[in-house]
């Protein structure tokens, strides 16, 4: 047993299967704590295993820029031996693949600027990432910035545009940014005509249609980190949002004309957290 798990991805051409870590359940099921983290409580690592006879083969040590591996994602082609993991705390995607020798290992690829606030430094948290059904674009989300983000991905090695939904960093939010090496201003409150909604949340779990060209965005991470880090969550509940990608040029708007309030269910305020396609999406297909 490795002492941490969380998500997995697996290319059965490859034999293999590449499991990430969160933390331990007793210390993360009360909010997040940087003594936990510091003693050791959370994870860095990616675990190899093999296929068929489930054993398992190699660790992949990310260090600390790799603290809290999640999500992750092979690329769709089937053939291919190589894909991404999204990194939560000091906001990194680092790319796995297949060495010459049959091995596995890891490099860091990203890694998306802090912003400096009062006393400390403020991380983007990427809690969810995707990659589109192509293989051309590479998504995720920082949920404390509050800002999704489009790679293109078609160099693998060197993977830009963002939007950005709300987050703690908006210039009415409860962050004030000191220092910022990517924005001038801090961004402003986002608004979904629809429904005349301020959005006071942020972009969390994602999925892509099938064309890759309408993203969906909800903005629950896990109740009590929610309650945490936006406590709004708790009282109003989450929503989903769209966001249209331009899958020729690239590039990313939200779609002001859709929201779904899922603070206004009969039995909510609930707090809606994956997305799926009925048969299939970019998120959980894989071809033999």
């Given amino acids: 047993a490795r ?7 697996y290319q059965p051409r490859h034999n293999v299967m590449i499991s990430t870590e969160w933390g331990a359940p007793k210390r993360l099921a009360n909010g997040f704590n940087p003594a936990d983290l510091e003693a050791g409580h959370y994870g860095q690592c990616l675990h190899v295993w093999d296929w068929n006879t489930h054993k398992h083969i190699q660790t992949l040590d990310l260090g600390e820029e790799g603290a809290i591996p999640l999500e992750i994602r092979f690329l769709h082609d089937p ?8 990194c939560a705390l000091q906001g990194t995607v680092f790319r796995f693949y297949k ?16 912003k400096k606030v009062f006393f400390f430094f403020w991380f983007g948290l990427i809690t969810d990432i995707l990659i589109s059904l192509d293989d051309r674009f590479l998504y995720f989300s920082n949920w ?26 908006q210039n009415d939010g ?4 000191l220092e910022d090496s990517e924005l001038d201003s801090q961004p402003s409150p986002r608004i979904v005509k629809v429904h005349k909604c301020l959005v006071v ?5 994602l999925q892509l249609s099938l064309d890759g060209k309408r993203l969906y965005v909800t903005t629950s991470l896990y109740s009590a980190w929610d309650k945490q880090f936006y406590p709004e969550l708790i009282k109003y509940g ?5 966001i249209d990608v331009d899958t020729v040029k690239g590039g990313l708007r939200l779609n ?11 039995e909510g305020p609930a707090l809606a957290h994956e997305v799926r396609y009925p048969g299939g999406d970019c998120t959980s297909d894989i071809w033999l």
Avoid: C
């Fill in 3 to 9: 002492p941490f798990g969380y998500d997995f991805w």
């Fill in 79 to 86: 053939a291919a031996a190589e894909g991404y993991v999204g």
């Fill in 99 to 114: 060495t010459q020798k049959g091995d596995w290992a890891a490099e860091r690829v990203i890694k998306v600027p802090v």
């Fill in 144 to 169: 404390l910035h509050g800002d999704v983000r489009q790679y293109d991905i078609t160099d693998r090695r060197n993977p830009i545009w963002w939007v950005f939904l709300g987050g703690s960093i």
């Fill in 174 to 177: 409860p962050v004030k940014v």
């Fill in 201 to 205: 949340r942020s972009p969390q779990m």
């Fill in 238 to 242: 989450s929503v989903m949002m769209q």
């Fill in 256 to 266: 002001e004309n859709f929201l779904v309030d899922f603070g206004a269910e009969p």
